[in-house]
C-alpha cells in the first residue's frame, strides 16, 4: 500500500432551492441560491490543489430531479476539471438522488463512477491498494439494512465503505437504511463513508466511521461550519483526518438574554454588540432570538418589524453588506409566567412539544397531502417551503407560529401581536 489520500464530501444537493427566500425582504437571494453550487467549485479546487487520489460523495448530490439540464452540466463541467488531474469520483445515490427520482440523465465523465442500486460493488484500485465497496438507493425510502449485504474486505488493500444511512437514528433525519456501528465494524473496512446526516460527526476512530456533514448549509438549522473531510494515509500507519469548511455562506444563531435591558434601543444594541464577534471571513446569515423580554416593552409588541430592521440595518453596517439577518425572534419572560399559571396552557405546551419531538410527524403528514400537493404549480411549492427537503422546517415554523397565536388569545392579546 502507498501513500494516498481522498476527499470524503456527501450531501451536496446541488442547485438546492433552500428555503422560502422570497419571503425574506432584502435577502441576498442570488448569493444564497448560488452558493451551493460555488462551494462544489471550492470542494473540486481543494482536490486539485491537495493532489487527492479521488473523491467520495456518500449520496445527495442531487437535490431531487433536475429542474433543467443546467444542473448536470454544471456537475460535469467540475469533474472534467478533476478529470484533467487524474483524480477520481465515486458516488452513490441517496434518498435525495435515488435512481427511482432522477428521470434526466447526462453521460459523465470517465473518471466518475456511480455504485450500483442493484447490489453492493467493489472497486480496486490497484495502484495505491484501495478497496472501494458501495450501493446506491433504489428508492427514495430505503428501509433495509444495506450495509449486511456489503462484501468482506480485500486483503491487502484499504477497506472504504460508502454508504447513505441515517445509523440508528439521528434527529431531523430521515431513518434510512438503519444499521449500527457494530454491523459496520463488522465488516472490518478501515474507513466507512458515510452521508445523509448533515451534521459533521466522528462516530469512531477505530474504524474511523464518519458524517462529514453537508459542503453548505441551507437554512438556519444547518448552522456552523460546514465542509469536507480529507484523509491521508502515509502507507502503514497511522491514518489523518482532516476537515476543511468550504462553505460560502456560514448560518449562526445568536441567542441573547434581555434581562436587565429596559428599552427597545438597549436591546438593539446588545444583539449588535453580539453581531460584531461574529467572523468575517464569509457571508453569514444570522438567526437572532432574544428572550427575558420584559413585557413592558410593548414597542417591540407593536413594532417587531421596525425593531427587526434596527438590527439588520446595524448588521449591514457593521458586516458591510456580509451579514444578513434572517429573523430576529422575541420572546417576554412576563407573558410566559403569566400564562403558566392558567390550566389550558400546559396541555398546549404538551402537544407541541410532543409533534416537535416525533421525527417523522412531518414525513407522515407530507406523505398524506402528496396527492394534493403534486397539483401544486412548483414554483408555488417551493415558495411555501412544501418540498420534501423542507418538511421539517416548514412543519416546526407552522407549529410554532401556531403555539404562539393560541398563546396569544388564551392571554388576551390580539393575533396581530404575536411575538414570533
Known sequence: MTRFSFIHAPDIHLDSPLLNLEKYEGAPVDLLRSAVRKSLTDLVNLAIEQKVDFVIISGDLYDGDWPDYNTGLFFISQMARLSAENIRVFIVLGNHDAKSRITRSLRLPANVRVFSAERP???????????????????????????????????????????????????????????????????????????????????????????????????????????CMQITVPGAGHTDLKFHAIDRIRWERLSLSAQGLSTELEIVDAVLDQIRHLSEDRFIAVRVCVTDVSSELTGLKASKEKWTNEIRAGAVEIGQGRIWIEKVAFEYAQRQR???????????????????????????????????????????????????????????????????ILMNRISGQTPGNTNQ
Not at 403558566?340 to 407541541?352: G, T
Request: charged content about 30%.
Open 338 to 404: 403569566t400564562l403558566s399559571e392558567l390550566p389550558a396552557v400546559s396541555e398546549i405546551h404538551a402537544v407541541c412539544s410532543e409533534a416537535r419531538g416525533e421525527g417523522n410527524l412531518s414525513e407522515k403528514l407530507f406523505k398524506e397531502l402528496d396527492p394534493l400537493l403534486k397539483k401544486l404549480p412548483v414554483e408555488l411549492s417551493e415558495r411555501l417551503g412544501l418540498r420534501s427537503d423542507q418538511e421539517s422546517e416548514w412543519f416546526t415554523e407552522v407549529l410554532d407560529r401556531a403555539e404562539d
Open 121 to 227: 460493488e467493489t472497486v480496486t484500485i490497484e495502484d495505491i491498494g484501495v478497496a472501494v465497496h458501495g450501493r446506491s438507493f433504489p428508492t427514495q425510502s430505503v428501509t433495509e439494512n444495506m450495509s449486511l449485504g456489503y462484501p468482506d474486505r480485500v486483503s491487502g488493500c484499504f477497506n472504504i465503505g460508502m454508504l447513505h444511512t441515517s445509523l440508528t437514528g439521528r434527529q431531523g433525519h430521515e431513518n434510512y437504511a438503519p444499521c449500527s456501528a457494530e454491523d459496520l465494524k463488522s465488516k472490518e473496512y478501515d474507513y466507512w463513508a458515510l452521508g445523509h446526516v448533515h451534521t459533521r460527526e466522528i462516530v469512531s476512530r477505530d474504524p474511523l466511521i464518519v458524517f462529514p456533514g453537508n459542503i453548505q448549509g441551507r437554512h438556519a438549522k444547518e448552522d456552523g461550519e460546514k465542509g
